[in-house]
């Protein structure tokens, strides 16, 4: 039975969407009779080993104590980065020198950095499961370029031809992999599949007593530096203040973005709730209550990041409106799974007028 070893970040009941794909695609290598051992996260003090049988296969997943990160500063950030990643690999060593393949992601950030040089002595198939590129997403963040950084990114595109296999989330991806040098026949295209399996039967979760009323556009997970905020408060503003006011945001949402959002809107006086991400177990209920779905991403952020929540939006067969670039997945995602009555309108970041049309179409049954 060959051997494969899967690292990433955060593993459920922690939230982060990278280990909830992680386990899911864990018990599929399982379930084709790999033995595989998934390392994660776990914001518990205590270390959990849980194992079971999968077809023919088996899956042991290993959660270790993690630091939070603290997002406060880049110094921080990287500190909290080269700490995790060292604990991930040293506590998995024996499982590491026993696999027959390593596959990692790009969550927590730079394990290929740390991967590329071990595999010297590990001599293993390395298998790279592209979340998110870094350092693109760090040096699509800055408004100036950096030397630095961009002396990185050419340690990294070096590193990462030493990689024997991708497997890209999306198109957008493979276009990028193969313009860095990655030979088309070292990428495969696999992507994420629907976070849970939605039967039709699932009870909606009680609206947020505020957007009572209200057509209800509902914003989950995280909602980051990686993702529009300018263009939707704008449009979502007019809407409220010259439009027919129809359409309530519930954010169900964590990250820099959320909190911008929930600001503006709150010191405008406009309709807006918001929680935080719901227990896996409850979010396919999640899916199926709102009316609509809100996805965005910025322009410079286009093929480094997929959100992964395009694939749960769609499949609620609930309306989605995406803000961003149709060079994205996301908009391939979204018009390929695409239901029978359900609506899907994509506006581009910066154009608020076709962003506020959106809204007060949204906001109309049936148009």
Sequence with gaps: MK??????????????AVGQ?????????????????????????????????????????????????????LARRLAWTVRTNSMLLSRAWKYLTAADEILFTGSPPFLLHFLVPLNVF??????????????????????????????????????????????????DQVRLLRRYGIPAENIVLKRDPPPVELTGDEVPLPIPAELSGYKVLLYSGNWGVAHD???????????????????ALWLNAVGAGADVVEQRLRAEGLPVARGRPVPFGDLGRLL????????????????????????????????????GSSESDVDLICREGLRDGQRYIRTSVGDTEATFRALERLGMTGV
Excluded at 46 to 67: A, F, N, Y
């Design 122 to 171: 590990l001599r293993k198939v390395l298998v790279y499961r592209i979340a998110d590129f870094h350092p693109e997403c760090l040096i699509a963040s800055r408004d100036r370029p950096s030397r630095v950084l961009n002396m990185a990114l050419a340690l990294t595109i070096w590193l990462r031809r030493r990689v024997q296999r991708f497997e890209s989330l999306g198109e």
């Design 229 to 247: 905020t300018d263009t939707f408060i704008d449009a979502y503003i007019r809407h409220h203040k010259a439009g027919s006011s129809t359409v």
């Design 288 to 323: 199926v209550t709102p009316d609509a779905h809100l996805i965005t991403l910025r322009d410079g952020f286009v093929a480094f990041v997929i959100p992964s929540k395009a694939y749960g939006c769609i499949a609620s067969g609930k309306d989605v409106l995406y803000i």
């Design 21 to 73: 794909y992680s386990v899911m695609l864990s018990r599929d290598w399982a379930a084709r009779g790999y033995d595989v051992t998934l390392v994660g996260l776990t914001s518990d003090p205590v270390t959990h080993i849980h194992e079971e049988t999968v077809g023919p296969g088996h899956l042991r997943i290993v959660r270790l104590p993690g630091q939070p990160l603290d997002r406060g500063s």
């Design 3 to 16: 051997k494969l070893v899967y690292l990433c970040d955060w593993l459920p009941p922690d939230f982060g």
